[in-house]
Every structure is written in structure tokens, then in C-alpha cells.
């Protein structure tokens, strides 16, 4: 919400209302009552205000009691789809009343932030957020979803609030499918494929899906952009023809026009005008791509004379898979003759991104505590079919994450090839993967030549970062690593063992720096390094050794510089030790001026924003 207004009638209520207005920028405390607060807008008739202003404004919250709120703004409601939110808080912001436009305008949310902001009840009476089932109004807009429905959408959720059996197809995967995964009520049965429906189970259908169906049922239809669509044509081709006819095929091929995500050609036809025409009037991202760009494309339906005309085999069907990153199509290339002997092709590639298939995830397991996995990291391990780590590196309680019937594997005893078969069969089978990679997979994480091999048996894959063992060590050793004036970078690196480290990338270079530098791998080398730290750091300067950082039996050694391979020593600690070097450690001087009462910035103007009579 951008033109927030927070309307206050007493005292006590206008100490809440600044408290709020903190909360949303430029927004405006209005009030009837005399202040010299600079930030308050003093008015002599809140009903005059709503007037002029009901209707441009996107929230309203007023701290008032719910009858006065009510009085107030029954003249100026209109309609669910166009009135602001309006939210009332008592004066001793006690209770936040989700008032007018929960979902749609989004009161529900406003009323929650509220909430939050005041440490108050939220009082939210819509029937899906009470029985906490998804609200079927606002799932388009809140996925990016265009909606479709058999009903009106108010009868539509009638049947969803009142629990009738509901089925739930997914043709696609994205966040809002995942989502829709997660909480699903228990009059819900999700589908994966529209054959295995028995419609006469069922009140209710809903679909995610750029397909059409025909339900004898009422239906909701939510279409995701997800269609790539590849075109090539003859010179003088007529937009409206075009549009027109290509809209009646794609409904052929049993494809909703709405879920286009974009549109290409050939750079030859860049300024086509019917493809021009067609992407501003569809508001459709028109892309070309050059012919060598094109011959990187292996295509089903290749063209002799295509190719002896302009040097490629195909155009419409390159162009779809270049823009879906799909090496399969839905639509093979089809070839359509209109009026005036012209013609155009056209073919449909799904989005990559929104396949239902599956993929090896690649989780950072953080530095050992397993509560610091992310929790994007902990769900994936939590549905995960076949999971492998490495036990000396990832602590056994992790995997307690994992759900029964899953196939847990500790890799330290097998070889790659041995983790890649393992992996490769439960791929095949589609089953749900996960590799955990000790820390942040970025860092020391040997997953590069797992993603080779990924590559080479066209296995899908993905990344989650994880928390590295140096975010720990700064945690643990309650320091901030970069310091206003004194550092600001940290560098992350190891000494040079038994594997060379590039030319320029010594310790002692590093060094130079004088930045936080937090050594990895480097224990057994800790006097080498030492000697290379001292040609530019002070011998006083503070280090920290640390083992098995955030495991239940790490060990912290500090110390100074000059000392630094004796505490490695009398640490006895060979493997799994992190380093931290420099003047970061344990600093508590400079103050930042980001919370400065006269340091401005973007979310902090200190700029008033006041309503004048």
C-alpha cells in the first residue's frame, strides 16, 4: 500500500497513530485535535476528508472505536474490487479489526502488520482466514495468475469456505503450486493428472494449469504465464487475420491464450508488424534471435527450404524452445495458410521453470547446528525421497529432518560414481533428491564436478544456499566482521597445502588488505600462515581458531596473531578449523550511520508529510 492514511479522534488514539505511521512511509496521520507534532495533519472534518479522499486512498486505518469507523465510512463503500482497506484500532491498541476490502484490498494483511507493530489482537472474521484455507479471491493476483471461473467467484468460494470435496489439479510447478501444496484442507484432493479425476467425487474443481478443460462441475481456473510461443511468417502478413486465427488454434490445441509468457521470431522479422502489433496489443514480450543462435537448436520438424532461404532449419519451433529453456514442445511446428495466400508457423514450448518433473537439490547444510539449515533447505530435506551426505562434515541429528520412508545415505564411505547411481535411479523414478553440502555449497563444496556429471546425464538440478561456517564463527564470536572506517571487506580464502593456491591469491597478498580474513582448510599449515599474516598485520592483532563450529562440541581458541600456531597446537585440532584474522574481532567502537538521528536515507527521509487547509 503507497497512500495510507491513519485517522485518530483522541489523544490516546493519536499516540498509536504516530506509532503506525513509523511503520508506512508517507503516510499521513489525520486528526481533528490540536498538535504541534509536525507530522500530524490537523483537519476540521474527517467526513470533508473522506470525501475528497475515500476513493484515492489505498488503506485507511482508523484508531477509533469500530462504531465511529463505521458511521464514518458507510456513505463512501462502493465495491469489494475498488475500496481501500479499512482497518480500527481501539485507543489502547488492544484489538486490530480487519474492517472493509479484507482480500481484495488487502485489509486482512493490514490488520495483521498492524497487529504486529502494536503487539495487539487481530481481529480478522473472513471466513477462509479464519478456518486458515486458502482464499480463492486473491490467489491470482497473489501468484501472478490470470482467473478464470464456471461461477461467479463469490459462489465459487461459497463452496470452498463451506468444505465442499474439491478437486485440486496441478499441471505446472511454481511458488504458488508449492504453496497450494503445503496447506492443503483436508476436503481438498490435489491431482496431478485430470484422467485420474472422477468428476462425480466432486462439488468443486480447481486447476492450475495452461491447459483447457471442460468440467461438468462448477470450475476455477488459475492460468500461469508459462507458454512459449516461436513464429515465423510471410512478409505482408495482416494482424488482425493473424491474431485471430492463431487464437482459434491454440483453443484447438486445447491452450489457454492467457498463459503466453512471451513470443519470438527470427531477427529478420523484427519489425514485422503484425508481430509488433501482436505483443503491444497482448502486452506479450516480442524476442528474436539471430540464425546462429537459432542452429543451436536441434528441431523435430526441420525444413530443407527454410534452411536454402535464410540459413536455418526452422524458425518457429528454435524460437519456442530458446524462449521456454525446454528442449521438448508441446505444439510441433504447425503451418497455417489465411486469406491473400499468406501463411505463418507456430509452435509451444512449456516453460522449464514451471515442468513438473523433478531435480537433484543441492542444500547447504549450514555449519553443523541442524537448526541452522534454511527453512526453504529444511522443507526440501523433509519431502526428499533419497538423500545423501557426507557424515563427517553434516552432524547425524540432520537427518532427523527426513521423513521415514525415505532413503538416507552417508556418502563419506562411497565414491561418486556410487552417489550419482544412487541419485540417477531415484531420478528416474521421479522421486524427490536432495545432496547436503556441508556450510554453503559456493564455498569448498566440491559440487562442481557433480554438476558435470549432472550436466552429462541431462539431469536437472538446483542450489540452496546455506549459512557458511565464517557467518557462524561471527555469531559465536558476538562480532561484526566489516566495521565502520576500520574494515569493510572479509576475505575468504586458505593456505597453500598440498593443493596450489593461483599466483595471486597468497595468503600474505590478502593480507595486505588488513581486511577480516577467515582461513579455511588451513590448520595444518597454521605456522606457514602465520609467518605470511605478519608481513602486514600487527603482531597483537586478534585471531580466533575455531573447530567444529556450532556442533555440540566445538571448541574456540583466541588469542593474538603472534601466537597463532601455538594455540593451533595446544588446540591439538587438525580438520574441520576455521581461521578468523583482524581487528573485527570482538570490536565494539564506530558507530554506523544508519540509525543516525540525521543520517537520511530511502526508508528514513525525515521528510514531514502533512495535509494543509
Not at 238 to 247: A, G, L, P, R
Not at 282 to 299: A, H, K, L, R
Not at 388 to 393: F, I, M, N, P, R
Request: net charge negative; hydrophobic share 40%.
Amino acid at each position: 500500500m503507497k497512500k495510507i492514511a491513519i485517522i485518530a479522534v483522541t489523544e490516546k488514539g493519536l499516540e498509536k497513530a504516530l506509532i503506525i505511521q513509523k511503520e508506512f512511509s508517507k503516510s499521513l496521520v489525520i486528526t481533528t485535535l490540536e498538535s504541534t507534532n509536525g507530522n500530524v495533519s490537523t483537519i476540521t472534518s474527517i467526513s470533508d476528508y473522506l470525501t475528497d479522499n475515500f476513493s484515492k486512498l489505498d488503506g485507511i486505518c482508523f484508531v477509533t472505536a469500530l462504531g465511529i469507523c463505521v458511521r464514518l465510512i458507510a456513505p463512501y463503500i462502493q465495491d469489494k474490487n475498488t475500496d481501500p482497506a479499512v482497518i480500527s484500532v481501539d485507543d489502547l491498541g488492544v484489538n486490530v479489526q480487519s474492517v472493509l476490502s479484507g482480500h481484495k484490498g488487502g485489509a486482512n494483511n493490514f490488520a495483521l502488520k498492524v497487529s504486529a507493530v502494536l503487539g495487539a489482537n487481530p481481529v480478522i472474521s473472513t471466513s477462509s482466514d479464519v478456518q486458515e484455507i486458502w482464499a480463492l479471491d486473491t490467489l491470482g493476483t497473489q501468484f501472478d495468475w490470470q482467473t478464470e471461473s464456471s461461477l461467479s467467484i463469490t459462489k465459487t468460494m461459497a463452496l470452498f469456505v463451506n468444505n465442499k470435496p474439491t478437486a485440486l489439479l496441478l499441471d505446472i510447478k511454481d511458488k504458488g503450486t508449492q504453496h497450494l501444496e503445503k496447506i492443503v484442507p483436508s476436503f481438498v484432493t490435489v491431482f496431478y493428472d485430470e484422467k485420474d479425476i472422477d468428476y462425480t467425487q466432486f462439488d468443486l474443481f480447481i486447476a492450475v494449469s495452461y491447459k483447457i478443460y471442460e468440467a461438468k462441475i462448477p470450475s476455477l481456473f488459475f492460468i500461469p504465464k508459462v507458454l512459449s510461443v516461436g513464429s515465423g511468417c510471410s512478409k505482408k502478413l495482416d494482424f488482425n487475420v493473424f491474431q485471430e486465427t492463431f487464437k482459434n488454434k491454440l483453443a484447438n490445441e486445447g491452450l489457454h491464450f492467457s498463459a503466453i509468457k512471451n513470443f519470438g521470431s527470427i531477427d529478420i522479422k523484427a519489425n514485422q508488424q503484425a508481430y509488433l502489433d501482436f505483443s503491444t496489443k497482448n502486452n506479450i514480450p516480442f524476442s528474436t534471435f539471430t540464425s546462429d543462435e537459432i542452429n543451436t537448436i536441434s528441431i523435430p520438424n526441420p525444413s530443407e527450404m527454410v534452411q536454402s532461404k535464410i540459413g536455418v532449419a526452422g524458425v518457429s519451433e528454435s524460437c519456442a524452445m530458446l524462449l521456454s529453456g525446454n528442449k521438448e514442445l508441446l505444439v510441433e511446428k504447425q503451418k497455417i495458410h489465411i486469406e491473400n495466400n499468406e501463411k505463418f508457423t507456430f509452435s509451444v514450448a512449456l516453460d522449464a521453470k514451471a515442468v513438473r518433473k523433478t531435480a537433484v537439490a543441492i542444500i547447504g547444510a549450514g555449519p553443523g547446528d541442524e537448526e541452522l539449515i534454511t527453512v526453504k533447505g529444511k522443507i526440501y530435506l523433509e519431502e526428499a525421497d533419497c538423500v545423501l551426505y557426507a557424515g563427517s562434515l553434516i552432524p547425524e541429528e540432520m537427518t532427523n529432518w527426513c521423513k521415514p520412508s525415505a532413503v538416507v545415505r552417508n556418502s563419506a564411505m562411497m565414491t561418486l560414481e556410487e552417489q550419482v547411481s544412487l541419485m540417477q535411479e531415484h531420478y528416474k523414478k521421479g522421486n524427490s533428491i536432495v545432496r547436503l553440502q556441508c556450510g554453503d555449497p559456493s564455498l569448498y563444496g566440491a559440487i562442481q564436478e557433480q554438476m558435470t556429471i549432472f550436466d552429462e546425464l541431462e539431469m536437472e538440478y538446483f542450489i540452496v544456499p546455506g549459512i557458511s561456517s565464517f557467518s557462524a564463527a561471527a555469531a559465536v564470536l558476538k562480532s561484526e566482521f566489516t566495521i565502520p572506517e576500520v574494515v569493510q571487506s572479509i576475505v575468504l580464502t586458505r593456505g597453500e597445502g598440498k593443493t596450489p593456491m593461483p599466483s595471486k591469491e597468497s595468503i600474505s597478498a590478502f593480507a595486505a588488505t588488513n581486511s577480516t580474513m577467515c582461513i579455511f582448510l588451513s590448520a595444518g599449515i597454521a605456522s606457514k600462515v602465520q609467518a605470511q599474516l605478519l608481513e602486514h598485520f600487527d603482531a597483537d592483532t586478534p585471531v580466533a581458531v575455531l573447530y567444529r563450529i556450532t556442533w555440540k562440541d566445538e571448541e574456540i581458541y583466541q588469542g593474538k596473531l603472534e601466537n597463532l600456531a601455538e594455540i593451533v597446537k595446544k588446540s591439538k585440532k587438525t580438520r574441520t578449523v576455521l581461521i578468523v584474522v583482524g581487528s573485527a574481532i570482538g570490536a565494539r567502537k564506530n558507530r554506523s550511520q544508519l540509525y543516525n538521528p540525521e543520517w537520511k536515507h530511502i526508508f528514513r527521509t525525515n521528510k514531514k508529510f502533512v495535509v494543509t487547509e
